[in-house]
């Protein structure tokens, strides 16, 4: 699976973004889809995770009630809808991908995006 990361950008504190990843090469719908982050002098951490239908979902607390992920499988592609931005969210956000079930807590995903930039103005 080839996965694409778009929409990071700059917005002000309490904005909102979207982002997109694109997923080609395989059957999207085989795989768990997770968003991750990774800020500068921090590891990554797992933002949402979604379920191959997407009846499933994970949040890490830091974003609960603000971030909605959701997945398009007609159009291979998962979201991550970001209301309320702060600027600790401020991070690069990877897509990633994972035959298995996974949770936030998952170590080994298949396949990775390159990153999309999130930049939060205070």
């Known amino acids: 699976v080839q996965l694409q990361a778009s929409g990071g950008g700059l917005v002000q504190a309490g904005g909102s973004l979207r982002l997109s990843c694109a997923a080609s090469?395989?059957?999207?719908?085989?795989?768990?889809m997770g968003w991750f982050r990774q800020a500068p002098g921090n590891e990554r951490e797992a933002v949402a995770v979604?379920?191959?239908?997407?009846?499933?979902?994970y949040y890490v607390d830091s974003v609960k009630g603000r971030f909605t992920i959701s997945r398009d499988n007609t159009k291979n592609t998962m979201y991550l809808q970001m209301n309320n931005l702060k600027p600790e969210d401020m991070a690069v956000y990877y897509c990633?991908?994972?035959?298995?079930?996974?949770?936030?807590?998952?170590?080994?995903?298949?396949?990775w995006g390159h990153g999309t930039q999130v930049t939060v103005s205070s």
């Open positions: 090469g395989r059957t999207f719908s085989n795989y768990f």
């Open positions: 990633a991908a994972r035959r298995g079930a996974a949770g936030l807590g998952s170590r080994e995903w298949d396949y």
């Open positions: 979604i379920s191959w239908g997407g009846g499933t979902t």
